[in-house]
């Protein structure tokens, strides 16, 4: 079965720690993004990727870093720079049809980080 | 300012009845608009897209419109049903867009009650 795939589900960061979460998919999508979710929020882009080694920064992207070594991998970093982390995070992939822009996109169910 | 505002956040109706819900956006000019339903603790899923020079677009029991004067999107579930109780997202992408990044509400969450 495609899909998008994160992991862990459940993630928690001491003070002063960096932690990865990953996201993979299966789906042959060139973009990838990366989201944070607070309670009361909608959803906001740290990251994106429309292309393997190429990346962006969203609205949020200070505290956060990633990578773009492969075309089905988009790892996000939270960094102990990120002071208030504790949040929601999703991935995100998408067809990326030139001169559109339009497509869908594929979520997956998130990894819910907190502070110890 | 750009605001894109879902303007419930919540609406509690009962099974059999229609749903509306409404997405509202200012200083954008989009391309076309997403909706997305997100279950407790899931990732959002895509439901419908409508372009900017479509009224209306169906899928089953659901309905969306879409007003460029009036800068709104309506979406309807018809003959609505407990399942149908989750949070649903209007996301869209602005003109001018960078890379096509979509810009989403805050949610509102629809509770159907038997």
């Known amino acids: 079965d495609g899909g998008i795939t994160q992991s862990p589900k459940y993630l928690f960061r001491k003070e002063g720690q960096n932690v990865t979460l990953s996201c993979e998919q299966n789906?042959?999508?060139?973009?990838m993004y990366w989201y944070r979710q607070d309670p009361g929020q909608g959803l906001r882009l740290i990251y994106y990727?429309?292309?393997?080694?190429?990346?962006q920064k969203g609205d949020i992207a200070e505290g956060y870093s990633v990578s773009r070594e492969k075309k089905e991998s988009f790892p996000l970093t939270v960094t102990s720079a990120q002071k208030n982390p504790t949040a929601f995070y999703l991935c995100?992939?998408?067809?990326?049809?030139?001169?559109?822009?339009?497509?869908?996109?594929?979520f997956g169910d998130g990894t819910r980080l907190s502070i110890l | 300012s750009q605001k894109i505002e879902q303007n419930s956040e919540a609406l509690n109706i009962q099974e059999g009845k229609t749903a509306t819900l409404t997405c509202n956006y200012t200083?954008?000019?989009?391309?076309?608009l997403q909706w997305y339903r997100q279950d407790p603790g899931r990732g959002p899923v895509f439901l419908l897209l409508?372009?900017?020079?479509?009224k209306e677009k169906r899928k089953e029991r659901l309905k969306v419109t879409f007003d460029t004067t009036l800068k709104q999107s309506l979406f309807h579930i018809t003959a609505s049903q407990p399942a149908d109780s989750a949070t649903y997202l209007c996301?869209?992408?602005?003109?001018?867009?960078?890379?096509?990044?979509?810009?989403f509400g805050k949610g509102t969450k629809l509770s159907v009650k038997p």
């Open positions: 995100a992939s998408a067809f990326r049809r030139q001169g559109a822009g339009n497509q869908p996109q594929h």
């Open positions: 789906l042959n999508h060139d973009a």
């Open positions: 990727s429309q292309i393997v080694n190429d990346f």
């Open positions: 200083n954008y000019s989009p391309a076309y």
């Open positions: 409508i372009r900017e020079n479509e």
């Open positions: 996301a869209l992408m602005n003109y001018g867009g960078s890379q096509g990044n979509l810009i």
